[in-house]
């Protein structure tokens, strides 16, 4: 920001010709600007001005005042809602106007005051409204704060916090815990950025997850200001990968800020010190980035090294399309060094991450006294402040968006275009269909920006043709299957990958990978739900394009790589979460998997799980069945009426269904009724948790048609562990007696996936002992002596194959 900055001569010539430059200078409340900052925004001004966007250097120098006005404003708001309840018209607080529990994050919400403000005011500046997001979710008072002292709101918050007694309301709200009579929170504020945030479009809860998804949000003319954690470049990796995949054919201007307050909750950060601070940076030029510290306690430093970052990165894909330059092309990076909760007292302690005060300014007098002296230097009257916000309410005169309907916030792609594939009557690997359906896919819809998310072996995956049409993105490609312009995002990092698609919510995703490494997913992936079904309950539903989240060379398939790659826990982990925002699957063969996909693609704001096999299955389905099983989660696949008490049969996966249906053929032989069903979608039918739930499960009468309650007895065969389903399912498995449910019970290593059922007595042997169980029968008769002493352990588990 230093560069080409006019000399301290040249200002003070300029103060004493525009007075509002001399005022801006002076500062305001705990506001000050350095020598450095002043010459960067006297630079600023000339810019502006000399590009038409205003009409003069006054008008700058005087939006710059509203900005630190707004700024005060808004650190003095922030901690009155940690720990006042009313009176927010500058009076000093006496002991019954606090709160008897104070609460807050309000070191960090103090650090993104001026940053959130210096955004608001650059976009003022510019008519020109950017995205934002916010890593360190946390700090949500800022935002909250900011945004009801501007007006940029949702309808909910504006109803409720502006008027004559709203702010009153803000302060009570602020870790209130009150409840609605159907248990959700009563007020539209939050611990962390949630759907009432206005602008909102991360929770932030998880560190180090905007981080990996920044720059794959915005689309080429969109401009994204993300504010990132300094304790979050402690979190996951791939944060500094960034310029690795940036493209400008492809990508929005994408501007990282992290906050340097240089502590976590109790104690100090590594980038809390000079030298770590150094080392950091160094580390970002090392990565490609082009790292620019400034004064992060001051928000017309942040609005010039924001306008700095835009115009740097315009000059580098200048360069790159003249040729001087070439992937990678850095990326600048900004670094705001802050003392965490600058502006109140405890500034730069570990008490100013939640209170910083030494007590409860309620009960004691000297808290009290501290918090009357240091909010004092915070106040703004209430004209300055109207005055103020009108400067930076200039959405009408610029015609643009408010900040709450930024793009990112509003996104809706187009519906896209289903392409039609080919059904498979012959044994094929089910990924075969996900690889012609997604290719087909994303060349029948040009405009919307593919990505797929690869920790690795796609080929070994079978998704070949994938590879070959998207290619790896690389800067620097060594074959045919890698590219420039590639759409595969590759690193062995699963919360890399997926947060690249995650990121994308203007365009086509797929994510793959080894079922038991899709665990390390967990996460990024819990927060989008979250998030999403958030904004489904505020009735804001999200609207980005649905995708799936494949889980193949799995559990069942993966014995040459022993047990560490034989786990279920990923889909059993999404099956607790809502189904109306994910869907676990089990296709159980080609065109099962590829009956589904159209549904996957069109759903919005939804994951699907999908637990799929790569190696060649039997072609279990016609169209037909496969269309029926995609639209009901279950069908029934056969039956056979004996002379016996009728047995349901439940299958739970495809290689699970295999059994079944050797079993079945055996009970048949020995003229057994039974009915077999195949759930390929679990959570359709257990029971509904609330209304949203509910309006994805089925119909009681698909129940009773699929599981009728005539028959009592039942045995489960699960991909999954069998205590997971038994839980989930506890409706269709209603008397324990009479049920029995079969599943991965945790054994394992170096076996095929024959060995594999025997291991976790799964096989269509323990199937028929399980029948036997519920039936009251003898199941040595549906077996020989081999067979009835290797199910039991003491024979030759190679005669169950």
Known sequence: MSQLLPDQSTLDAHAEQCPDFARWCSGQGVITHTAITQAAVYRLAHQLVQSGQQADVAAVYQLMIALDQITNAGMWLVVHMTYAKCHVDGRELAAEDFKSRPEGHTGGALNMVPAYASYLALNSLTGHTRSWLMGQGHCVAAIDALNVLVGNLHPEQAQRYTGGSGLDQLLKDFYSYAQLPDGRPASPLGSHVNPYTAGGIIEGGYLGFAELQYAHMPLPGETLVAFLSDGAAEEQRGSDWIPRWWRAEDCGTALPVMIANGRRIEQRTELGTSKGLDGFAAHLKACGFDPIRFDGRDP????????????????????????????????????????????????????????????????????????????????????????????????????????????????????????????????????????????????????????????????????????????????????????????????????????????????????????????????AIRQELIFARHQRTVGRPAKWLGFPVIATSHTWENGKNEQSHQDTTFCEALLGEMHDGVRVLFPADYNSTLALLPSVYQTRGQISCMVIAKRDCPARMDPAQARLLAAQGAITLAEHRGATEPLLLIANGGYQLGEMLRASQRLTAHNQSWRLVYLQEPGRFSVPRDSLEGQCAAPAELHEQLFPAALKQRVLLSHMRPEILRGHLHNLLPSAPHSRVLGYINQGGTLDEAGMLFANRCSWAHVLVAAADVLGANAQVWMDEHEWSAVNGQGNPALLR
């Open 300 to 523: 017309a430093a942040f609005v010039c090294t924001l306008l700095e970052m835009e115009r740097r990165l315009e000059h580098r894909v200048a360069e790159y399309r003249s040729g001087i330059l070439h992937y990678p092309l850095p990326i600048p990076y900004a670094i705001a060094e802050t003392t965490k909760g600058f502006g109140f007292y405890g500034a730069g302690q570990n008490a100013a991450h939640n209170l910083p005060l030494p007590g409860n300014p309620r009960h004691d007098a000297s808290s009290r006294e501290l918090f009357n002296q240091h909010a004092t230097q915070l106040w703004i009257d209430p004209q300055s402040l109207s005055h103020a916000r009108a400067q930076l309410h200039n959405h009408a005169q610029t015609a643009r968006p408010l900040e709450r309907d930024h793009a990112l916030a509003t996104r809706n792609p187009p519906h896209p275009v289903i392409p039609l594939v080919e059904w498979s009557n012959q044994a094929r690997s089910p990924m075969q269909a996900v690889d012609r359906f997604f290719v087909a896919l994303v060349e029948a819809n040009p405009d919307l920006r593919a990505r797929v998310g690869n920790p690795d072996e796609l080929a070994s995956n079978r998704l070949g043709g994938v590879l070959e049409a998207l290619q790896h993105r690389v800067c620097e490609p060594e074959s045919a299957l890698e590219a420039v312009d590639g759409r595969i995002i590759t690193a062995l990092n699963e919360e890399a990958v997926v947060s690249a698609c995650l990121g994308n919510k203007g365009g086509l995703n797929l994510v793959a990978s080894y079922e038991a490494f899709c665990v390390k997913m967990l996460g």
